[in-house]
């Protein structure tokens, strides 16, 4: 079995030498609710349906002229003390053969097995060596596009995929689309971010252009930051491991053969995998973690809570609605529009 070094590795997709550290820490889940303060701020109600970690001051509109987030927050849900972020993405659905859809759960991944659902996150700081900037508060952006439903299109955004998982250690195979056999273990969703910055402005009008992959290459292989966004920042990657197997059952799929699993957005193809993040970390917490090096889920310079303590740490929905599932026609226009 791997070493928890060996296994963050392998998670983050790293098989170079020159990689020296990270963090991999687990983040429970607060909400699961239909607000996105990034993309559709001051929105009760958002057009789809996402599932929530990090600190409790999420909200409907998370104005960053006026919430700083790690004094708001009360608790948080990351081992992380520290971390008051917020990350999200979509929620997954089973989509029966008679019509009806099911939430799938979420699941702790590998060593955080205890974890109330959430996700693992990573801040992987530099496999060259180089100095990263850690990001400033106010930060947030997104990546992938949930319109997106080609792998021609969904190739724009590097290193979103899924994993079958074959067991809870696999770490190969990843794919630009849902898998479509079941997973016995599984489907295991992975977001890697954008590494290089702007070195300006925290935000952008679609969230993503102050940001930007590098300009060649990955950054695992130290591919370059293009002149445009010359600064490099922390890869923020997210694993999601959402718990298909009470649906492993065929006899339950869809008729025509095709993978009965749908995003929260109408996405069946699973190309517009996406995620949402707001920085808040408190002070200079993060730029310490990545100026020291420190590595997997625990840090010398960053205060620890443990995983059954995050669990605690859980806010009421706003939006009241079945959000679990129901009929084909009731479901789909709460999910997306």
Known sequence: MLSRWGLALASAGVLLPSASALLRFSCSQLVVERLDPLVNPGVVGSPHLHQIIGGNSFNASMDPKTLNIPEEATCTTCTFAEDFSNYWTAVMFFRARNGTYKRVQQKGNVYFEESNGGMTVYYIPSYNNTKVTAFKPGFRMITGDPTIRTEEEAKRYRQLTYTCLQDPMTRTG??????????????????????????????????ASHVSYPESGTFEEGGPCPASHPVKIPQLFYEIVWDTTPFNDESLWPEDGSQPFVWSYGDATGFGNHGDYMF?????????????????????????????????????????????????????PKLYS
């Open 174 to 207: 990843e794919t630009l689309d849902m898998p479509k056999k079941p997973c016995p273990a599984g489907i295991m969703a992975n977001l890697r971010f954008p590494t290089c910055w702007d070195g300006v402005n925290l935000d952008s009008p679609n969230h």
């Open 280 to 332: 808040g970390w408190k002070g200079n917490a993060l730029q310490t973690a990545m100026d020291t090096n420190c590595n997997g889920f625990r840090c010398p310079e960053l205060a620890y809570q443990e995983i059954k303590k995050g669990n605690e740490c859980t806010k009421k929905r706003v939006v009241d609605e079945d959000i679990d599932g129901c009929k084909y026609a009731g479901m789909l």
